[in-house]
C-alpha cells in the first residue's frame, strides 16, 4: 500500500490498523502535505514501533506525492500552516528572501540561526525552491 495516496479502507487493511488508527494517519498524512518516510507515523497517536513493525512490510512511500511549499514565494501564514515549521522559522525564511533576491538552494536555509541541520533535513521535502 502506497502511504501517500491510500484511501481510508486501505488503510484499514493493515494489520493492527482499525478504522481508529486509519483516520489518525489519514489526518496526519493531511497535515504534513504527505509522508516523507515510513517513521513518520511514530508520530500519530497510539503508533508506535511494535506497531509500525507489524505492518511497514506492507506499505511503501512515495515522496513524489507529498504537497510542496515554495519558499520563495510562500506567506509567513502558509509557511507556518506546516506542522515542522514554526512562526518564528516561517518568519526566519521569509525575512532571508530578500538577501538572496531568492533562494536557489536549500543550504542558504542554515543561515538562519533557528533553522539547523536536522532541522532542515526534517522539513526539506515539503519544500521547493
Known sequence: IELN?????ELESLPGIGNY???KIFEQRSKLG???TKNQLLEVYRIDQEKLNGFERNI??????ISKININSATVAELQSHPY???NVAN???KMRPKFQKYSNFE????SVLIDR???LKIQPYLTL
Open 118 to 120: 536536522d532541522l532542515l
Open 60 to 65: 511503501v512511500v512515495d515522496q513524489m506525492l
Open 108 to 111: 542558504q536555509l542554515l543561515e
Open 21 to 23: 488508527l486509519a483516520k
Open 85 to 87: 515549521i514554526s512562526w
Open 34 to 36: 504527505g509522508f516523507a
Open 5 to 9: 495516496s491510500a484511501t481510508l479502507e
Open 92 to 94: 526566519s525564511i521569509v
